[in-house]
Every structure is written in C-alpha cells, then in structure tokens.
C-alpha cells in the first residue's frame, strides 16, 4: 500500500510516499480504506524530532493519528461494527491507504470523508477541555486560538452546549470565527481588554489552543485560574492553569461530534491535497496559520 513515511527527523523536505507492508486490525481496532486523513501538528511535531527526546528516529517514520475511510478488517473483541462500514476516528499511521483505529464513530452518510477524518483529534481534545472547564448552557468561553483545527471544532462543540464563545484569531480570520458561531477577537497584545469590551460580565472559562498568549494574561481573565485548561504550552510556573495531554474518552467524543456534524452544528472548513502533495501541507501546518483543517486523500 503508498504510505507517507520518513528515514530520518527533518522537515518537509523528508517526506516520501513509499510502498508499504499493510497493517492488520489487533485486539479492539479496525482497518479502514482510507478516504481522507487528517494533518495535525503533532504529526510535524514528532516528525522534526521534537517529541523524540534526544532518541534517534526508529524504524521508519510514520504519520497521521486520525481518518475517515470503510472498514475492511475488524480485530478481535469488536462488537457494532462490520466490515463495509463508514468510520471515522482515532489511530496511528493513518496517511496511508490503510490504516489501524482504534477509536471511531460511524460517519453520518451525508457528511464529506474529509470533514469528518478532520473532525476526530479535534473533537477528541475539545470535548476532554471542555469538559474539564464545565462549560454548559450559560457559560462564558473564550477560545483562543479558535480558527485553527483544533479551536474551529472547540468553538462549535461549546456553541452546541449552549455556551456563549468568544474566540481569538488573526485578522484574515474573524470573518472566519463569525461563521462558526464565535464573537471574534484578534489575538496578540490588548487580548484581554478586547475580550472585556466583548464580555463586559466577564469569562468563566478559557480554552487555550494555540498557546501563545503568556500565562499570566490567560489566568487574569478568569476568576479562578484553574479555569483555565491550555493544550499547548507546558511552562505555567504557578499560574494555576491546567494542562491537558492525555485523551479522554474518545468514543463518547467522536460519538458527540457525530451527532453535531450529522445535525450541521459541526461544519469545518477543509483544504484537500493528494498524498502526493503532502509536503504543501505540511509547510502551511507548520506555518502556524491554518484555516480550519489541513486532510489529505490517500
Ligand atoms: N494536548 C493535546 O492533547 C493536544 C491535542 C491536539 C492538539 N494539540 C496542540 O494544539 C495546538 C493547536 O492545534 P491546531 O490543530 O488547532 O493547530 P492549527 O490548525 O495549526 O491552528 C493554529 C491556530 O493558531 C492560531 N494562532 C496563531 N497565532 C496565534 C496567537 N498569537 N494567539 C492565538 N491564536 C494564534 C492561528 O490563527 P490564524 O490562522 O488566524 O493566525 C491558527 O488558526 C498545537 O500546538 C497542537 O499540537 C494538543
């Protein structure tokens, strides 16, 4: 099968579709084909070597944590789904023709394989933060970061819930946040008065994605700071905010966002590239400024 994989830590440069061995669904996971996979930047994260800790690359380089594609080998232990069924959901190695889940969620038939194989990471860590901040019918939320793959799908999850959302994002955006449901808000120096003259009652919550708003800014909007939960930066000294790594019950998530996408609560604006033209993706990820979602079709 053509598999996007890499020999050594490096940019995109690094890149190569290559013809690989196809994985096969163990204990609790299925196979899908691959319609549409998703780009985070965890993806170039680990690739550049930034995750390895100093350890040198082993075997070859793999990437891709979440697809959308039709079950075609369903592991032992599996209950509810068969092979033939529209999946999205969670995994590993997914840029690829095949790939393993290890979560997943039928897809509602009418939803497009890109939006929702771009739906799952998001989903994932969006429901887990929000869940943590309590955000509920009357909360106040800000979003900061709310453009992006990840606060797009936070901005519309908290929308549903009944929340009111400010979101923070670049000027080409703010257009952009409206559509979504969000108050926007540029982000960078004035952050927290802007979001004042929005939210004069003031936030109950902050979901920090992108972190890059200092520590200290986040924490004095809110009243208590562990109200906010950031996904992104790891030095908070005693600010009091919480960090959040490790996934929740990712079922129940992407059986949430199944739901909102099915419902059109959930709409993510996607940019397709061919596994061939992976590296034009990749470059526009690792530019920091991503409209929506960045999925490529294998
Ligand atoms: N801890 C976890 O479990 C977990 C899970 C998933 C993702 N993450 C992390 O979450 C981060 C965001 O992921 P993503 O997929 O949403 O990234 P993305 O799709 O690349 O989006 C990044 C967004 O950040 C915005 N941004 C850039 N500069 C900003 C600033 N100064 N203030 C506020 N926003 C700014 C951009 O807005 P403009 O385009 O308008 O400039 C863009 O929309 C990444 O670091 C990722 O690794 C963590």
Same mark, same amino acid.
């Given at each position: 099968?053509?598999?996007?994989?890499?020999?050594?830590?490096?940019?995109? !440069?690094?890149? $190569?579709? +290559?013809?690989?061995?196809? =994985?096969?669904?163990? =204990?609790?996971?299925?196979?899908?084909? +691959?319609?549409? $996979?998703?780009?985070?930047?965890?993806?170039?994260?680990?690739?550049?070597?930034?995750?390895?800790?100093?350890?040198?690359?082993?075997?070859?380089?793999?990437?891709?944590?979440? &697809?959308?594609?039709?079950?075609? !080998?369903?592991?032992?232990?599996?209950?509810?789904?068969?092979?033939?069924?529209?999946? @999205?959901?969670?995994?590993? #190695?997914?840029?690829?023709?095949? #790939?393993?889940?290890?979560?997943?969620?039928?897809?509602?038939?009418?939803?497009?394989?890109?939006? $929702?194989?771009?739906?799952?990471?998001?989903?994932?860590?969006?429901?887990?933060?929000?869940?943590?901040?309590?955000?509920?019918?009357?909360?106040?939320?800000?979003?900061? /970061?709310?453009?992006?793959?990840?606060?797009?799908?936070?901005?519309?999850?908290?929308?549903?819930?009944?929340?009111?959302?400010?979101?923070?994002?670049?000027?080409?955006?703010?257009?952009?946040?409206?559509?979504?449901?969000?108050?926007?808000?540029?982000?960078?120096?004035?952050?927290?008065?802007?979001?004042?003259?929005?939210?004069?009652?003031?936030?109950?919550?902050?979901?920090?994605?992108?972190?890059?708003?200092?520590?200290?800014?986040?924490?004095?909007?809110?009243?208590?700071? &562990?109200?906010?939960?950031?996904?992104?930066? @790891?030095?908070?000294?005693?600010?009091?905010?919480?960090?959040?790594?490790?996934? /929740?019950?990712?079922?129940?998530?992407?059986?949430?966002? $199944?739901?909102?996408?099915?419902?059109?609560?959930?709409?993510?604006?996607?940019?397709? @590239?061919?596994?061939?033209?992976?590296?034009?993706?990749?470059?526009?990820?690792?530019?920091?400024?991503?409209?929506?979602?960045? +999925?490529?079709?294998?």
């Amino acid at each position: 099968m053509r598999a996007l994989q890499y020999t050594a830590f490096g940019g995109p !440069e690094v890149l $190569a579709v +290559v013809d690989a061995p196809e =994985p096969h669904a163990g =204990p609790g996971q299925v196979r899908v084909r +691959v319609r549409a $996979a998703g780009l985070n930047p965890l993806d170039w994260k680990i690739r550049r070597g930034l995750m390895s800790q100093g350890r040198p690359l082993e075997g070859p380089g793999r990437s891709g944590f979440e &697809a959308a594609g039709v079950v075609d !080998e369903v592991g032992e232990g599996v209950t509810g789904t068969a092979v033939g069924d529209d999946v @999205f959901g969670l995994g590993e #190695a997914t840029h690829a023709e095949l #790939a393993l889940l290890d979560a997943w969620a039928a897809k509602p038939a009418a939803v497009d394989w890109a939006v $929702a194989a771009g739906s799952a990471v998001a989903a994932e860590v969006s429901v887990r933060v929000l869940d943590l901040l309590g955000v509920g019918a009357g909360s106040t939320l800000l979003v900061d /970061g709310g453009a992006g793959g990840v606060g797009a799908v936070g901005v519309q999850l908290a929308v549903s819930r009944g929340a009111t959302v400010i979101a923070s994002a670049g000027e080409a955006n703010q257009g952009y946040l409206t559509e979504i449901g969000a108050l926007p808000v540029r982000y960078g120096d004035g952050l927290a008065e802007r979001v004042r003259a929005v939210a004069p009652e003031g936030l109950d919550a902050v979901f920090d994605v992108a972190g890059k708003t200092p520590p200290p800014t986040l924490a004095s909007m809110v009243s208590d700071p &562990a109200q906010v939960v950031t996904i992104s930066q @790891f030095e908070l000294g005693d600010s009091g905010i919480r960090v959040t790594t490790e996934p /929740g019950d990712r079922a129940a998530a992407l059986a949430e966002a $199944a739901r909102l996408l099915e419902s059109n609560g959930l709409v993510v604006e996607v940019q397709t @590239f061919p596994l061939e033209r992976a590296r034009e993706a990749v470059e526009i990820s690792e530019s920091g400024h991503v409209r929506g979602k960045l +999925v490529l079709l294998p």
